[in-house]
């Protein structure tokens, strides 16, 4: 498995440059991760399976769920792929490459542990900020659209809140300057994991199950469903913050 996956990486990186892997790379790989994993949730909502571990009555008519994905591909385009593209020099600068071998797991696995960590911390604070009137008004309200979220819901934010979101994700990476492959692999658990947060599902094999410090589905819908004044459930993985 580990020489199939070498293999895939060897051909990755001697027909693509290190500037089309980490930019449109990372955006192809976000988009695939994201939409694969959300759509699924629209569907179990419209068709009424699973209804039982449905954490709220209400659905979404199938125009919302259209309106939020036609606004998701225009955030995504003009605005998410932007910000990857300008990126690229501090992740450089920073020491990120993408040639063999391999950090060790051990690296790997505390760099993502740390990823996941400070953008909690970061989005935690900032995202009681936006709570505050003028920007919820303004902008945070956009998110809030949906009361009763799904997995798509999670992207679904005013341009200014994708950039303040988009920070949180890659201050982490921007700062250790860490392999591609450990990009990759965080992008696509935080991806999952706020994807989770949104699904509006809280199913026996959630993680918060049997994580005690993680949110999940349960956690959040919370915060979606009270008057912004009153929510709390701020952090984005974690409970602690909250506490």
């Keep these: 498995m580990a020489s199939l996956i070498q293999s895939c990486w060897l051909y990755l990186i ?3 440059s290190d500037f089309q ?3 449109l790379g990372s955006f192809f790989l976000h988009e695939s991760i994201f939409f694969l994993s ?5 569907y179990l909502e419209r068709a009424g399976w699973l209804k039982k571990y449905k954490i709220q009555v209400k659905n979404n008519t199938p125009a919302s769920q259209e309106k939020c994905i036609i606004r998701l591909l225009l955030y995504h385009f003009g605005v998410n792929l932007p910000v990857m593209l300008a990126s690229y020099p501090v992740f450089r600068h920073m020491g990120m490459q993408s040639s063999l071998p391999f950090p060790s797991w051990n690296v790997i696995l505390t760099q993502i542990t740390f990823y ?3 953008e909690d911390f970061i989005f935690y604070w900032g995202h009681r900020v936006l709570h505050t009137k003028w920007l919820y008004k303004h902008v945070h309200s956009v998110h809030h659209e949906y009361a009763t979220p799904f997995g798509l819901t999670s992207e679904y934010a005013h341009p200014a809140e994708i950039l303040f979101l988009g920070f949180a994700t890659i201050i982490g990476p921007a700062i250790t300057g860490p392999h591609l492959l450990t990009l990759w692999l965080w992008m696509a658990l935080r991806v999952l994991e706020t994807v989770e947060a949104h699904c509006g599902y809280h199913f026996p094999w959630s993680l918060s199950n049997f994580l005690p410090l993680y949110g999940g589905a349960d956690f959040h819908d919370y915060h979606h469903r009270l008057l912004y004044t009153k929510s709390g459930n701020y952090s984005s993985t974690f409970t602690y913050m909250d506490w």
């Design 38 to 42: 959300g759509i699924p949730f629209i």
């Design 116 to 118: 996941f960590i400070l």
């Design 21 to 23: 892997l980490a930019c």
């Design 14 to 16: 001697t027909h693509f």
